[in-house]
């Protein structure tokens, strides 16, 4: 099966503007079955569902793609780690139950959709950009072990429309950072631009 995405973003926060999707939809002659966009972690406005935005793509019959990246400098009411620590350790402080209640409205709102839902939960995990990596003294352990609990913490919760999107940025950590077939639905690879349904 091949499914064709999109990323049209018209101005910074990730979010692509649907007016632009629709342009180039005329333009190309073609539908995109897949709309990607950015939410960032965060007690902030933009660190929840664009739900105008996820309509639009509904009712295009699309379905969103959300790239969830886990910043922790974006809780800015909630934080209560020093400006220097904001972003390290994230992996170990979800597996500790520091971020469970913005998942849980999180996850809730993913629930409320009552439609599927592409979900890339930390991607590229060994990209030494973001700081869910490497760079902020995580270990593809901790990732493992986070992604588990965030996909079970879903589960508990009856959240069953979601599609796991599990990607890294070099094909060659795939056994290192790869969560288990029973925790991913898609896998995917930046160098590679392809995805793969996992069954």
Known sequence: MLL??????????????YHLIADQEKKERMHFD?????V??????????????LDSVYQ??????????????LFVKTNKYGSEEKDKNVFLRIKDGAYDAYIDQFSKQIKSLNRPVYLRFAHEADNPSYPWSQTGFNTAEEFKDAWKYVHD????????????VWNPWH???????????????????????RWYYSD
């Not at 295009?60 to 400098?73: C, D, F």
């Not at 094909?171 to 631009?193: A, L, M």
Request: charged letters at 15%; proline letters at 7%.
């Open 153 to 164: 913490y879903f589960n508990r919760n009856n959240v069953i429309n979601v599609i796991w």
């Open 4 to 17: 064709s995405g999109i990323f049209a973003p018209e101005k910074t926060g990730g979010l692509s503007a």
């Open 34 to 38: 897949i709309v990607s966009l950015y």
């Open 40 to 53: 960032s972690w965060g007690d902030q406005q933009q660190c929840f569902l664009p739900f105008k935005l």
């Open 60 to 73: 295009n019959n699309s379905i969103p793609m959300i790239r969830w990246e886990p910043w922790q400098n």
């Open 171 to 193: 094909p060659e950590v795939i056994d290192d950072y790869f969560p288990g077939s029973n925790y991913v639905d898609w896998i995917g690879c930046r160098k590679s631009i």
